[in-house]
C-alpha cells in the first residue's frame, strides 16, 4: 500500500517514490557528439542538434538547415556559405535574421521575404526597397 507520508510523482503511467540526481554534465560535453555519425543521425531527427556539434562539417550543416531552418543560427562561421543561406529563407522567411551581411543579395532577400513578408524587418538597407513589390495582397 501506498504510504501516506510519501509523496507520489506521477508521470506517462509511471509513478516514482524516489528521484535519484547525478552531477550535471552539459549535453555537448558528451563523447557522441565527437562521432560524426552520430552527429548525421542527430541532426536528420532535429536540427538544433547542431548546437552541440563541435567539429561541424558542411554535409551535417546542410542536413541541419534542411531539417529545420533555424539551425542556420547555429551553422559554424566558416561553413556559413550563400546556398546555405538560400535553402534556409527557402524553407523559413525568418531566418533571414541569421544571414550574415555579405550574402544578403537581392535574389535571397526576394525569396525570403516571398516566403514570409514580416522577414522584411531583416533588410536594413535601402537597397532591397524593390521587395515590397513581393508582398501579396491582403
Sequence with gaps: ???PKVKTNY???YKAYKIKLTKIREISSLDCWNDEEF???AVQL???SLRYIK???YGIAYDAVINNPYALGDVSE???DIELCMRAVEKEGLVLAFV???FKDQFLVNTAVQNNQ???QYTQDNKFKCVCELLPDN
Aim: net charge positive.
Design 11 to 13: 508521470c506517462m503511467g
Design 39 to 41: 552527429c548525421q543521425n
Design 55 to 57: 567539429n561541424q562539417t
Design 118 to 120: 514580416y522577414a522584411m
Design 46 to 48: 532535429n536540427g538544433h
Design 1 to 3: 500500500k501506498n504510504n
Design 100 to 102: 550574415p551581411h555579405q
Design 78 to 80: 566558416k561553413l556559413l
